[in-house]
Structure formats: C-alpha cells, structure tokens
C-alpha cells in the first residue's frame, strides 16, 4: 500500500499562487493514477485534477481550467498542483490521492492524505 502526505498549502491573498505537493511512500507513486480532489466546509468533496500514471493524460475540473497545472514526478516519488490565480472560493481542505484507475469520482480512488489547508482571502 502507499502513503500520501500533502503539504504546501496555507493562507494566500485573492490572486496569489501556491504549489501543493503530495508525497509518497510505502509503495512507488508511478503504480497510480493520482489525483486532487477538495471539500469546503459544508461542501462534498470535488474533483480538481488528475494525472496518468505516466504524466500523459490530464484532467482538470472546469474550475481549475487555465489556473491549476497537476504534475508528477514518479522519480521523486511526488505529485505537485501549481495553483495561479486563486480566488476565495478556492478555500478548502485539498487531499491528493492514488487509484488504479484514471477518473474523476472520489469513490474510485484507493489511497488518501490527510489533506492541506488552502485559504484564500479576498
């Protein structure tokens, strides 16, 4: 099985950038498809982006379209969401996580972090 830790995350103006990672152990990163999902307070937990086990296919939500780029790093054995742009409704606990499938629905992944802080002041 592998272990995810998120880190990076924090308080940041409206406009302002932050680049989270998630880092693996236990099991090597290039065995998943990862993925970033987020849940606001009083919210469910939503799809953000996911990557390919290889770095080759890539799916972002509409709302992270054009501000949020995932990368991986099976090597380092991370996974990174650059964040440009934020806005206030961006503010809510990020989890990245690992499935053996490459989609968007929550359910389907496997493997969970803790999550990350990502606070977005207007």
Excluded: H
């Amino acid at each position: 099985q592998v272990q995810l830790v998120e880190s990076g995350g924090g308080l940041v103006q409206a406009g302002g950038s932050l680049r989270l990672s998630c880092a693996a152990s236990g099991r090597t990163l290039g065995s998943y498809a990862m993925g970033w999902f987020r849940q606001a307070p009083g919210k469910e937990r939503e799809f953000v982006a996911a990557i390919s086990r290889n770095g080759v296919i890539i799916d972002y939500a509409d709302s992270a379209k054009g501000r949020f780029t995932i990368s991986r790093d099976n090597a380092k054995n991370t996974m990174y969401l650059q964040m440009n742009s934020l806005k206030p409704e961006d503010t809510a606990v990020y989890y990245c996580a690992g499935s053996y499938l490459l989609v968007k629905v929550a359910g389907a992944y496997d493997y969970w972090g803790q999550g990350t802080q990502v606070t977005v002041s207007s």
